[in-house]
């Protein structure tokens, strides 16, 4: 038998597997696995705004706030909507643990491409999202529902690709994408199952996209301690978990970066090439209002201890200018809880999420702006 | 370079599309193997390449004048010292040394010896037997001496087999290489099956398994009695997938240059007795032990006295082999005691033997029960563990199934032990080595998904290749 003959019938067999290869992986792009997605991970909790969308109708969205966990604990999104609605406008709240700069565009994108009337958004950040290029590559959970092939370079910009890291080839691949979700499915077929019958019911009047999370506790118990020693803190039922998240940061606060100098690009030759991307991301989302981009607030620890020295004003070096060329409207509300004395451990629930109490203070002081920036000369939809 | 790496998988592809290209078995493509399989040992060591080729020099140099010797028998000694000398040194010096050192501290001795700074080479317990069973075959008259150097040192260094075997022998090997090449596309297809079946072997069953494994013989202390005995059962079914799946993957890189090597596992927890299991685990391995040192030793010639003497100390000797502790000793003497047992006390139990299903299967569960004990010392670090692990698996019958923790180590266990049974029956792989482009396909495409969604995070190094 010739070479010819063996070549042809190995590429032959080659081409056969790359065929059902890629025709699941179409399946998977298309969004076959979706309802089968564990409802509560992070490519379960896109889909869910997916569903809820679709269900509800795209066409009656008008504003949506897109943001991280800070966003889902830190506004009052109903009373935002109930806001929306005294103006005939729907605002809805898309804003997912986990989020960062690539998800919170690409459910954007996602949002502008199947909602005819949205007219305007509110990105609800922080200054923790300017230091890192993106939020590891658990957040390609959240963008692959939204996202399509010609993503994949500005995903992998985010997400960078590591060969022994599995997870990040799901920047290029919705099969590698849903792999914790399919092993958790194989692990517990009836869980699954029950969950989804919840979400799907809970999901289909699209009230959840209104919903707001509220928790009372608050971190007094811990508030004037370092890192270090809040790690040290004998554990009660109380503090288990700001302690648990202390002990996650310590080695964060030893390694404490400086990025005072973010200007010397010898330096922080990155930070020149992460400011580009972040103001050319905000220059392109197209809105004919400016977004209203808010910057939540961060309790002090964060500011002294672990984020980079200077974050603060390298966030602000990046958004001002585009402020005061009314790309985008800026709420800094960093620093709203450092005064008075004693306001900001009443106002969190652990180190990164503020409580009822913070929700309703900072939504408080957000209203009017919303209304006037967003809302106020904004023509109504016809119903 | 781990099989189940990236860069094997660009050095396996790029070295079989080249020696494709090559007129097979010619002197271009046996010295284009050999380099290759030199740059695929040099990713471990260079240096520890160049004892490979020390004793196989040494092992073609006695071979070819076994035959013109007056003594013939001096040289073959002389290729067994050499042999059995570098493998001791490396694998047995320290665990000499530090015995030695027990022993002394044990008698109140004052004195100790420093163990050396000794790196054990991979896979010289595998080609250090290939090699012995080349001269011996030679010095039996069952082989005639090659001629050629350059295809004993393809033997020695061939790539799939070098590093965890299985042990081919010369005669098997140097028959096909004589052979004119021969081009058999359902071959390529089987070939292609076991590699792919292979991967998933190691790297979806036994890497998933060994996060579950590991983590109870490493603390054996903070799990419950019923997750120490599943974890028995997990590496069981763990060394299984592991060995087996690398020796997949090894048969398979071999057919695809030509060579058809000999199985090594046929479904081994499937025995009924000892001997059975002995005849479908590391297949390769027990014909060596058989044909080399069991029956050099007098096997079942002499009378029973020295059939057992046989038995025990090829099993003891094939335990040390796998590695240097104490630990594998008890390994290898508790399989002697059981074949020992076996050979002596089943033919005065009349219905031991019966065909009826239930005895059959009293059979089988005590067979793999007593391989699964065995296992205990194979995988704990030492000794004091291994008791401990046996001590919390006797709590079993005084606490209750913690089913949160277990059920699904349980049922997968379960799940295993069917498919075991159930590939036995049905011979998968060979059936679709004859099916069509689509069968195939859809085979070798499914096994690509489990690898991608089931691969675990950390990579876990092929059990064998420490040995």
Known sequence: MSAKVTLRFVLLRIAGIAFILLLLEAAFRVGAWESFAKPDSNAGMAIRIKQAVNMMGPEKIDFVTVGDSRAVYGIDHERVAALAKSHGLNHINASIPGMHWMSAELMVRWLKAHAPNLKGAMIATNITNFSYTGNGYYELGIATPLSSLSDASWMALHVPFEQKNLATYGSYSALFQYRDDITDLIKHPTQRFRQIRQYRQAYSN?????????????????????????????????????????????????????????????????????????????????????????????????????????????????????????????????????????????????????????????????????QRQLYTGTKIRQP | MLFNSWHFIAFALLVLSVASWLPRN?????????????????????????????????????????????????????????????????????????????????????????????????????????????????????????????????????????????IVRASEFFSQLDQPARIDLRKIQYALILIAAGYVKKIVLADNLAISVDEVFLAPASASAWQVLLAVYAFAFQIYFDFSGYTDIAIGLALLLGFEFPKNFNYPYLATSFQEFWRRWHMTLSRWLRDYLYISLGGNRYGPARTIASLMATMILGGLWHGASWNFVVWGALHGIYLVLERLVTPKIPWWQSAWLPVAWLRWFIVFHLICFAWIFFRAPDFSTSLQIIHKIGGVFTTPFDGIHSAGLASLLLGLMAMHFLMSHFDIKQRLSLAGIWPFSLFVAAMILLLIWFTPAKTVPFIYFQF
């Open chain 1, 206 to 370: 699209g009230a959840a996209l209104y919903q707001s999370q509220k928790i009372n506790s608050n971190i007094c118990s811990i508030a004037k301690l370092s890192i270090k020693s809040c790690a040290a803190e004998p554990v009660s039922t109380m503090n288990s978990t700001i302690v648990s998240q202390c002990k996650s940061l310590v080695v964060q606060a030893a390694n404490q970066l400086d990025y005072r100098e973010f200007d010397n690009a010898a330096k922080w030759p990155h930070l020149a090439e992460l400011k580009k991307v972040r103001q050319s991301q905000l220059r392109s989302l197209g809105f004919s209002k400016p977004p209203l981009v808010v910057l939540m607030p961060v309790p002090r620890i964060w500011r002294d201890e672990l984020l980079p020295r200077g974050a603060e004003d390298w966030a602000l070096s990046i958004l001002r200018p585009l402020a005061a060329q009314g790309v985008i409207e800026l709420l800094d509300y960093t620093r709203f809880f450092d005064e008075p004395e004693g306001a900001e451990c009443n106002a969190f629930w652990d180190l990164y999420h503020q409580n009822a109490d913070g929700q309703q203070k900072l939504t408080d002081v957000l209203l009017p702006v919303i």
């Open chain 2, 26 to 166: 010619e002197t271009a493509w046996k010295i284009f193997i050999i380099a290759a399989s030199c740059y695929f040992y040099g990713q471990w060591s260079y240096l520890y390449l160049g004892l490979i080729f020390v004793t196989a020099a040494i092992d073609f140099t006695i071979a070819q004048r076994l035959s013109q010797a007056r003594y013939p028998g001096r040289l073959l000694g002389l290729s067994i010292v050499a042999n059995l000398g570098v493998l001791a040194f490396f694998k047995y010096t320290n665990f000499l040394i530090q015995s030695a050192n027990g022993v002394a501290h044990a008698t109140g001795a004052a004195w100790a010896i420093t163990p050396l700074d000794i790196v054990l080479p991979v896979g010289i317990s595998f080609y250090t037997f290939q090699n012995m069973s080349y001269t011996i075959d030679v010095y039996r008259g069952q082989l005639a001496p090659r001629k050629s150097i350059l295809d004993y040192a393809l033997f020695t260094t061939f790539f799939p087999q070098l590093l965890a075997g299985p």
